[in-house]
């Protein structure tokens, strides 16, 4: 029996391109185990009310030679900006739906933050984290 339950599932948008991101600039979503590293609320309107910052590239991704970094779960644009439905290689979520990922993380996951883990399938825009709560 699985040890994770699906609790919530939302709509992305990923990267323009398929496939694994290989190096940055490459237009591609990392595919992999990423520990949440920060959470960002300051920033420029075009990425919505806040930004998650994931782990990449992990050690695995560095061992197969992958660059690049600054990959975000971040929202829509605050002033109602139209945008493309991929991103430079982000996840994007609309932003009503990044506020409530926000909320559960700080009421579960605020203590232990770097320490847990968001699996990302992005063939099948599947989120899998730790504590039983699966994003889609």
Known sequence: KSQFEIVQTFDIFVGEKNGQKQ????LR?????????????KLDQFYGPLA??????ND???????TGGGIWIHGRPLNGQ???NYTKGCLALDNQDLK?????INQ??????????????????????????DFK
């Open 60 to 66: 695995w991704d560095q061992s197969q030679n992958r």
């Open 100 to 104: 409530k990922l926000d909320q559960y």
């Open 23 to 26: 190096k940055k600039g490459d």
């Open 52 to 57: 998650i910052v994931l782990s990449y590239p």
């Open 108 to 133: 579960v996951w605020r203590p232990w933050f770097s320490n847990h883990i968001l699996t990302m399938d992005t063939i099948t825009a599947n989120f899998l984290a730790q504590f039983n709560i």
């Open 29 to 41: 979503t990392p595919t992999g185990t990423y520990q949440l590293t920060k959470q960002l609320y």
């Open 82 to 84: 139209k945008r493309n």
